[in-house]
Nanobody, 124 residues
């Protein structure tokens, strides 16, 4: 059974930075798609960024250039480096994974495994 645990959330001022981590256990598939998603109060969950087996990534337009997704496959860990944070980035952030790297995009929510979330709050 795949288990995902996020960490690294917190409260930062506008313009600050945070790095989120997601540790994966029980994941032994040769191909993967992993991603970060977020959900603000009263809003639907939305994709932020994804990364797949070959290292290629996709980003939502409003985070591209500010956020960077990466993996440490040896440590089975997914990261999201967030810079130049804005109040509208405030949300619960979730990591997710699926067994195939087909259709790996921030625009898709068809992920099988989800973490419990970590809160990010950006104050002005």
């Amino acid at each position: 059974q795949v288990h995902l645990v996020e960490s690294g959330g917190g409260s930062v001022p506008v313009g600050g930075s945070l790095r989120l981590s997601c540790e994966a256990s029980g994941y032994s598939y040769s191909s993967y798609c992993m991603g970060w998603f977020r959900q603000a109060p009263g809003k639907e969950r939305e994709g932020v960024a994804t990364i797949k087996t070959d290292g290629s990534a996709t980003y939502a337009p409003d985070v591209e250039g500010r956020f960077t997704i990466s993996t440490d496959t040896a440590a089975y860990t997914l990261y999201l480096q967030m810079n130049s944070l804005k109040p509208e980035d405030t949300a619960m952030y979730y990591c997710a994974a699926k067994r195939t790297d087909r259709f790996c995009s921030y625009q898709r929510l068809d992920f099988v495994y989800w973490g419990q979330g970590t809160q990010v709050t950006v104050s002005s």
